[in-house]
C-alpha cells in the first residue's frame, strides 16, 4: 500500500509563489510516474504536471507552462511542485497521484489513470 501525504499549501497574493510536497510512503520498489492534480470548486478535478519517475521527463497543463514546475527527490521519495506567478484562478484543493505501472494509454491526464491519491492541500490565492 501507498501513502502520499501532500503540504505547503496556503493564502497567498496574486503574483506570490508556494512550493508543494508530496510525501510517498509504503511501497516504493515500483513507480512509473507522479502526478499533481487539482480541483477548484464546484468544477471537476484537473490536470497540473506529471513527472516520469526515472525518465524525470514532465509535462504540463497549458494553464500552468511556464509557472509551475514538477520536480522530484528520488532519495526523499517525494514530489514537488513549484508554483510561481500564481493567479486566483489556481485556487484549488491540490492532490498529488502515482501511477505504479507503465501502460500504452496516453491519457496521462486523466485521473483515472492513477492508482493512489494524496488528501488534498488547499491553495488558496487572493487578487
Known amino acids: 500500500q501507498v501513502r502520499l501525504v501532500e503540504s505547503g499549501g496556503g493564502l497567498v497574493q496574486a503574483g506570490a509563489s508556494l512550493r508543494l510536497s508530496c510525501a510517498a510512503s509504503?511501497?516504493?520498489?515500483?513507480?512509473?510516474?507522479m502526478a499533481w492534480f487539482r480541483q477548484a470548486p464546484g468544477k471537476e478535478r484537473e490536470f497540473v504536471a506529471r513527472?516520469?519517475?526515472?525518465?524525470?521527463?514532465?509535462v504540463y497543463a497549458d494553464s500552468v507552462e511556464g509557472r509551475f514546475t514538477i520536480s522530484r527527490d528520488a532519495a526523499k521519495n517525494t514530489v514537488y511542485l513549484q508554483m510561481n506567478s500564481l493567479k486566483p484562478e489556481d485556487t484549488a484543493v491540490y492532490y498529488c497521484?502515482?501511477?505504479?505501472?507503465?501502460?500504452?494509454?496516453?491519457?496521462?491526464?486523466?485521473?483515472?489513470?492513477?492508482?493512489?491519491w494524496g488528501q488534498g492541500t488547499q491553495v488558496t490565492v487572493s487578487s
Open positions: 497521484a502515482e501511477k505504479v505501472y507503465s501502460t500504452s494509454s496516453p491519457y496521462f491526464d486523466r485521473s483515472s489513470e492513477y492508482d493512489y
Open positions: 509504503g511501497r516504493t520498489f515500483s513507480r512509473y510516474a
Open positions: 513527472i516520469k519517475w526515472n525518465l524525470e521527463s514532465t
